[in-house]
């Protein structure tokens, strides 16, 4: 009897065996893989805005589920738009809802000759609106349909 059920435990032991090593990476068998998680221009539609509000080249970003985020570029960014002269840093952050982001940090607006921290963005309509410091100025948002490449 003890012969037995020595044998039933070594055949309960092979077969969890069996099951653990099919499961593993090593096994063979994969994990069923996460959908892919959407681009920093694919979420700023889903809030609203274009993707064109961002240059080319995101490496990265975080959006937390309170709206706070952080977006990550290859390294600081300058462009003209427009009459307008942009900078983007090399990591952007703020806080974002439909169609308003907060707080915005890390991008800047040549006012003049001095560069002016732009802190928050609204969508009106077919309008966007871009406060920095006490000047906002109204774009039409057809304006921002493609990314800028930085120069």
């Not at 703020?94 to 001095?114: A, F, N």
């Amino acid at each position: 009897m003890a012969g037995r059920n020595h044998l039933l435990l070594l055949v309960i032991i092979l077969l969890l065996a069996t099951l653990v090593t099919a499961a593993s990476p090593d096994g063979g068998d994969t994990p069923p893989s996460l959908p892919p998680q959407p681009t920093a221009y694919e979420m700023l539609a889903q809030f609203n805005f274009t993707q064109g509000i961002l240059p080319q080249g995101v490496t990265g970003y975080v959006l937390r589920p309170d709206g706070s985020f952080e977006v990550y570029l290859p390294g600081d960014c300058s462009f003209r738009a427009g009459s307008m002269h942009v900078r983007y840093s090399s990591r952007v952050a703020g806080g974002i809802q439909p169609e308003s982001i907060t707080g915005l940090q890390g991008v800047k607006v040549k006012v003049v000759l001095v560069w002016v921290e732009v802190t928050q963005v609204e969508r009106d309509g077919d309008q966007l609106r871009f406060s920095a410091g006490p000047v906002s100025k109204s774009l039409p948002i057809d304006t921002f349909a493609n990314s800028p490449q930085c120069g």
